[in-house]
């Protein structure tokens, strides 16, 4: 039996952190795993030998899993993260904003803030450079689901959790933290965020209960109606200008593509909130996003792959001769 005084540390290195490995690299890494865990942890205190375990942990269960920084599919949620969670906190920006006018903040948005606010902390976070308390705000987000539909005010039941998972699970080693990524998913949050934000103009006068039944000129109903659109055409763009540059990985342009879908289960603000149900807008959304995406990725593969031009014709044969 494990003395109940057992330093933290010295628990950690008698757990089976190995077996978590695959078979194969455990045969080959066991003694690395063991001596990484070791080191680690002989002079830490028990946060960050915790810390530390947990990260090799988590290493191991990507690879069982095939969720690395080599695997594909680890580049792909990979390439993905930091489209998503910019596609998030614009979402979130857009519940607060449409959640505190005109009626100004209640219960139902106070609840829906303790949602959406992790989102924006997250997207704060990611433009400072530090991704692991950007992964532990979205953990608090996804948790923080079920109380919401407990409490009855649920806000796009599912999709937070869901994209908070991808993102989640994503390798942080492989996520773009860059400069460049940062701006990158700072300008999509920015450009989602904003120009749906005037939208808002449209309701400042205007009570919740008083949504369905409002009419609008068939100009200001047409931008209601493709507004759902704006996000996924932003994003296509992203991915497009990403697929583009030759030295990209196409898988994590591929991430960018993916971070497009959850855009089309949403619904024209301020109703937005919820997922869409009515088949005609989840038809409009989907053709919508998915012709959009399909163009950039199209337009992106020519310019990555450009036309070769037809070879010259060969220089004419020198007269052989000796050399000077």
């Not at 690395?32 to 810390?51: M, Y």
């Not at 191991?60 to 594909?72: C, E, G, Q, Y």
């Not at 055409?233 to 990403?242: K, Y």
């Not at 879908?261 to 024209?268: G, V």
Request: hydrophobic letters at 50%; glycine letters at 6%.
């Amino acid at each position: 039996m494990t003395d109940e005084h057992t330093p933290l540390p010295a628990l950690l290195r008698r757990l089976p952190l190995a077996g978590l490995y695959p078979a194969e690299y455990r045969a080959a890494h066991g003694e690395e795993i063991n001596a990484v865990l070791a080191d680690a942890v002989q002079h830490a205190g028990p946060r960050t030998a915790l810390r530390e375990w947990a990260a090799l942990a988590a290493h191991a269960v990507r690879l069982r899993t095939r969720l690395s920084s080599s695997d594909p599919a680890g580049r792909i949620l990979a390439g993905a993260a930091p489209s998503l969670l910019a596609g998030g906190a614009a979402l979130s920006l857009l519940h607060l904003l449409f959640g505190a006018l005109p009626a100004g903040p209640d219960a139902h948005w106070a609840m829906g803030a303790a949602q959406s606010a992790p989102w924006v902390l997250a997207l704060l976070c990611v433009a400072l450079g530090r991704w692991a308390p950007a992964r532990a705000l979205l953990l608090l987000a996804a948790l923080f689901q079920p109380v919401t539909d407990f409490t009855g005010n649920p806000e796009l039941p599912g999709l937070w959790a869901l994209t908070a998972v991808l993102v989640l699970i994503a390798p942080p080693d492989a996520v773009d933290l860059s400069r460049r990524g940062r701006s990158w998913a700072i300008g999509s949050a920015a450009a989602v965020a904003l120009p749906l934000s005037g939208l808002t103009l449209l309701w400042l006068d205007t009570r919740p209960e008083d949504y369905p039944h409002l009419v609008f000129p068939p100009l200001q109903q047409a931008l209601l109606d493709l507004s759902p659109a704006w996000p996924a055409l932003v994003l296509s763009l992203a991915h497009l200008l990403r697929l583009a540059r030759p030295n990209t990985d196409p898988l994590h342009a591929g991430g960018i593509a993916l971070a497009v879908l959850p855009w089309t289960l949403t619904i024209a603000p301020p109703l937005h909130s919820s997922t869409a149900t009515d088949p005609l807008d989840l038809l409009r959304n989907t053709g919508l996003a998915l012709a959009v995406l399909a163009t950039a990725t199209t337009i992106g593969l020519v310019r990555r792959h450009p036309r070769r031009t037809r070879p010259s014709a060969p220089d004419a044969p020198r007269a052989s001769g000796p050399t000077a």
